[in-house]
């Protein structure tokens, strides 16, 4: 089915067959990132990380297209399993950046308990880093901020906070480019 697919995208002129000398995509207009997002571009990139348990986190974001970028976070057990996904959209809104993401767990389930879409907004963005502040909506009502930061061309950093007096401790991950 996925050649039959490709064969359809051949036959359209949305892909390049290999060894063809195809010059590069011509986005239009509407795909040109807006200025708004320009800040977050060294999030770009696929990044992964090994927890101390040697569980695999990674993260894959995506370049600016138009008012938005988007991100997938999964974790993989000890077991070679997927056990929790993270989809995440950040885009360009009336009341700023906004960032918003669900969790899923390894089958795509949504949990039970974390149905709502936890929302972020963006206060600063620039030079390798960008701080992302909690509204108090969502699942992660209780997280107060997301810093992510670039250590370097090939580390990326994301430094999770909570609210104070909260259940939980604060931590950071520390992704190297793959």
Same mark, same amino acid.
């Given at each position: 089915?996925?050649?039959?697919?490709?064969?359809?995208?051949?036959?359209?002129?949305?892909?390049?067959?290999? &060894?063809?000398?195809?010059?590069?995509?011509?986005? @239009?207009?509407?795909?040109?990132?807006?200025?708004?997002?320009?800040?977050?571009?060294?999030?770009?990139?696929?990044?992964?990380?090994?927890?101390?348990?040697?569980?695999?986190?990674?993260?894959?974001?995506?370049?600016?297209?138009?008012?938005?970028?988007?991100?997938?976070?999964?974790?993989?057990?000890?077991?070679?399993? @997927?056990?929790?996904?993270?989809?995440?959209?950040?885009?360009?809104?009336?009341? &700023?950046?906004?960032?918003?993401?669900?969790?899923?767990?390894?089958?795509?389930?949504?949990?039970?308990?974390?149905?709502?879409?936890?929302?972020?907004?963006?206060?600063?963005?620039?030079?390798?880093?960008?701080?992302?502040?909690?509204?108090?909506?969502?699942?992660?009502?209780?997280?107060?901020?997301?810093?992510?930061?670039? %250590?370097?061309?090939?580390?990326?950093?994301? %430094?999770?906070?909570?609210? @104070?007096?909260?259940?939980?401790?604060?931590?950071?991950?520390?992704?190297?480019?793959?």
């Amino acid at each position: 089915m996925v050649c039959g697919g490709l064969a359809v995208l051949w036959a359209c002129g949305c892909a390049t067959k290999a &060894g063809s000398t195809g010059s590069a995509i011509e986005l @239009p207009a509407s795909a040109a990132p807006s200025p708004e997002l320009a800040g977050l571009s060294f999030l770009v990139g696929s990044w992964v990380s090994v927890n101390p348990n040697k569980t695999v986190n990674e993260e894959v974001w995506t370049p600016a297209r138009g008012n938005s970028m988007a991100a997938l976070f999964r974790q993989v057990r000890r077991d070679g399993k @997927p056990a929790l996904h993270e989809v995440t959209l950040v885009s360009v809104e009336p009341e &700023g950046v906004m960032l918003r993401l669900r969790h899923l767990h390894g089958a795509l389930e949504v949990p039970e308990k974390q149905s709502e879409v936890s929302i972020f907004r963006l206060v600063s963005a620039g030079n390798g880093r960008c701080e992302f502040v909690g509204t108090g909506v969502g699942e992660a009502a209780e997280v107060a901020g997301v810093v992510y930061r670039a %250590d370097g061309p090939d580390v990326l950093v994301m %430094d999770v906070t909570f609210v @104070p007096g909260g259940k939980e401790k604060g931590y950071s991950v520390r992704y190297t480019r793959e």
